[in-house]
């Protein structure tokens, strides 16, 4: 039987399936974000529909720039419940802050399914595959400084806080500080 192009992107662990993005899944990518305080980013659902347009049925890491993958719950596989996402924006030549063989990533939860461990076993499953079989050197994080849950996730997922960026991201009128994480392959 024939690998399906992007087949070694879909990653089981014992509660989730993480996949790349689907056409279907904006209205679900869209929901997760809006519900997030610390996630303005996204814009309007028919930003996130052109956003997933241009993702979907594009292999990750085969161009520089971001791509998202969806967190299904295992036992909603069957009707395709999205509960969370993970981004990661692989870098290429000339991307400022990111070189080639390293990514950023960012992830969310939709609130009701915080506070179960399953951020920690998606984002630790993609952070395995990235520094693993997909060979990156480095991947970084930034996180809100306000968001302790994910500088909780990513130091137990053995990142290094690396930076303080003071006040570095406009928040309607407010300026935000944040954190920047990194974690190198060990080979």
């Known amino acids: 039987m024939a690998t399906r192009p992007g087949a070694e992107w879909r990653m ?29 980013q996204l814009g309007g659902l028919d930003a996130v529909r052109k956003a997933v347009s241009e993702m979907a049925g594009t292999l990750p890491g085969s161009r520089p720039g971001w791509h998202q993958f969806m967190i299904v719950d295992r036992d909603a596989v069957r009707g395709g419940s ?17 070189g080639p063989m390293q990514a950023e990533i960012g992830f969310e939860m939709h609130p009701a399914w915080r506070k179960k461990g399953l951020a920690a076993e998606a984002v ?12 990156l050197h480095r991947l970084v994080a930034i996180t809100d400084a306000r968001n302790l849950d994910a500088q909780k996730l990513l130091d137990r997922l053995g990142f290094l806080r690396e930076a303080h960026y003071v006040e570095s991201y406009r928040d309607g009128a ?9 974690k190198r392959a060990r080979r």
């Open 174 to 182: 407010v300026w935000r500080d944040e954190y920047g994480y990194a």
């Open 12 to 40: 089981q662990t014992p509660r989730l399936v993480l996949r790349p993005v689907e056409i279907g899944d904006a209205v679900g990518w869209h929901a997760i974000r809006a519900a997030s305080p610390m996630q303005g």
């Open 124 to 135: 630790g499953r993609l952070v395995e595959h990235l520094l693993g079989p997909f060979g």
């Open 82 to 98: 999205v509960i969370g996402d993970i981004g990661v924006n692989f870098g290429g030549e000339g991307d400022g802050h990111l």
